[in-house]
C-alpha cells in the first residue's frame, strides 16, 4: 500500500489565485512528521512546510499553508496568491518513527505538477 | 555556506560499467540518503545511513551500493547489475536526534545516462 499519495499528477492555476495539493499519508504511528518540498526545473528539492502529528494548528510559513486533517489522514499544501515563479513539482513527504519504518527515513509521494498560468 | 555537494551534475556511463557518484555534506548532519528519481514515480531510497560506517539498504538496493567511511561523505555506486540506471539521482542529509521533525536537505541532483 501506498504510504504517501498524492492523486493529482498535474494542476493548473492562474497567477494571483490560489491552489490545493493534494497529500494523503497511511502510518500506524502516533508520531510522524509530514512535509512539502518543491522541485523546480533545475531539479534541486527545496523544503516548504512541515507539519508534526501532535501539531494542532496548521503550520504555515508565507504563502504556503498545510491544511492539516488528522482523522482523514490528509496534509494538503494551499498556495495563496500564486505566481509564475511557483510553476514546479511538488512533493509530500512523510517521516515516521523507527517503531514503524524501523528507522528514520523520509517517504515520498509521485508529486504533483503546478503550472501558474499569466 | 552549508550545504550538500552532488557531483557530478551530468554523467554518461557505457553499459558494462560501474559508476560512482559523489555526495558530500558540511552540515554535520548524522543522516545521509540517496534517492533515484524517475519521471511519474517520485523518489524512491537506494540506501541510508545514520552513522559512520553503519547503512541500510531501501526499497530498491539491488545494483547500487555505497560505503560511509566520513561522516561527511556517502558515495553512491552504481553497478553494472542495475538492469535500468538512467535516473536523477537525489542525495539528502538530515540531522537525526531521535525525532521526526526534521527536514531533509538535498543536493542539486545527478542526472546519470547509460549510453
Known amino acids: 500500500a501506498q504510504k504517501i499519495t498524492q492523486t493529482q499528477p498535474g494542476m493548473f492555476v492562474q497567477e494571483k489565485e490560489a491552489v490545493t495539493l493534494d497529500c494523503t499519508y497511511d502510518?500506524?504511528?502516533?508520531?510522524?512528521?509530514l512535509f512539502w518540498y518543491k522541485q523546480p526545473s533545475s531539479g534541486e528539492m527545496i523544503f516548504l512546510i512541515y507539519?508534526?502529528?501532535?501539531?494542532?494548528q496548521n503550520a504555515t510559513e508565507g504563502r504556503y499553508s498545510l491544511n492539516f486533517q488528522k482523522a482523514r489522514k490528509s496534509a494538503n499544501l494551499v498556495i495563496s496568491a500564486s505566481q509564475l515563479g511557483d510553476s514546479a513539482m511538488y512533493f509530500c513527504a512523510m517521516r515516521e518513527g523507527p517503531e514503524v519504518s524501523g528507522t528514520y527515513k523520509y517517504i515520498f509521494g509521485t508529486g504533483t505538477r503546478l503550472k501558474v498560468l499569466a | 555556506d552549508g550545504g550538500i555537494t552532488q557531483s557530478p551534475k551530468y554523467l554518461f556511463r557505457k553499459e558494462g560499467q560501474n559508476v560512482t557518484l559523489s555526495c558530500e555534506q558540511n552540515?554535520?548532519?548524522?543522516?545521509m540518503y540517496w534517492y533515484r528519481q524517475d519521471p511519474g514515480q517520485g523518489l524512491r531510497l537506494i540506501y541510508y545511513s545514520q552513522i559512520v560506517n553503519d547503512f541500510q539498504k531501501g526499497d530498491i538496493a539491488e545494483g547500487y551500493s555505497v560505503s560511509r567511511e566520513k561522516k561527511e561523505s556517502f558515495p553512491l555506486t552504481v553497478t553494472s547489475a542495475q538492469k535500468n540506471p538512467t535516473a536523477f539521482y537525489l542525495c539528502?542529509?538530515?540531522?537525526?536526534?531521535?525525532?521526526?521533525?526534521?527536514?531533509?536537505?538535498f543536493g542539486q541532483g545527478t542526472r546519470l545516462t547509460v549510453v
Open positions: 502510518t500506524s504511528d502516533q508520531s510522524y512528521g
Open positions: 539528502a542529509s538530515s540531522q537525526d536526534r531521535g525525532m521526526v521533525n526534521t527536514e531533509a536537505f
Open positions: 552540515l554535520n548532519h548524522d543522516a
Open positions: 507539519q508534526g502529528s501532535y501539531d494542532e
